[in-house]
């Protein structure tokens, strides 16, 4: 198991960034796939963006070109830059981490995740 811990989180205003990042402990997160996760108040978890190691990363289309997946193996810890954000973003970030194999079916579903951070309050104003 990987314990997941976010921070970085925030109340910011419409168009600010924020990084969260995600430090991770008790395994190497270089055979992990990570992932960001959201979940605004009645509303489902929804994918916000994936790392595979050394391979591509995904991003919902809501976020692509202003959102930034990217991670440190050294520090064991995943970022997740946030720029130009939107009132739409507010949210509960939640950091995710899944032990390779993955498909690309696989990487955006929030079941396929099996370790969770408890998660960070995004909350952006306009």
């Known amino acids: 198991q990987v314990l997941l811990v976010e921070s970085g989180g925030g109340l910011v205003q419409a168009g600010d960034s924020l990084r969260l990042s995600c430090a991770a402990s008790?395994?190497?997160?270089?055979?992990?796939?990570m992932g960001w996760f959201r979940q605004a108040p009645g509303k489902e978890r929804e994918f916000v963006a994936a790392?595979?190691?050394?391979?591509?990363?995904y991003y919902t289309d809501s976020v692509k070109g202003r959102f930034t997946i990217s991670r440190d193996n050294t520090k064991n810890t995943v970022y997740l830059q946030m720029n130009t954000l939107k009132p739409e973003d507010t949210a509960v970030y939640y950091c995710?981490?899944?032990?390779?194999?993955?498909?690309?079916?696989?990487?955006?579903?929030?079941?396929?995740?099996?370790?969770w951070g408890q998660g960070t309050q995004v909350t952006v104003s306009s």
């Open positions: 995710a981490a899944k032990f390779l194999p993955i498909t690309d079916f696989q990487v955006m579903g929030a079941g396929s995740y099996d370790n």
């Open positions: 790392s595979i190691p050394g391979s591509s990363t």
């Open positions: 008790r395994r190497a997160i270089y055979s992990y796939v």
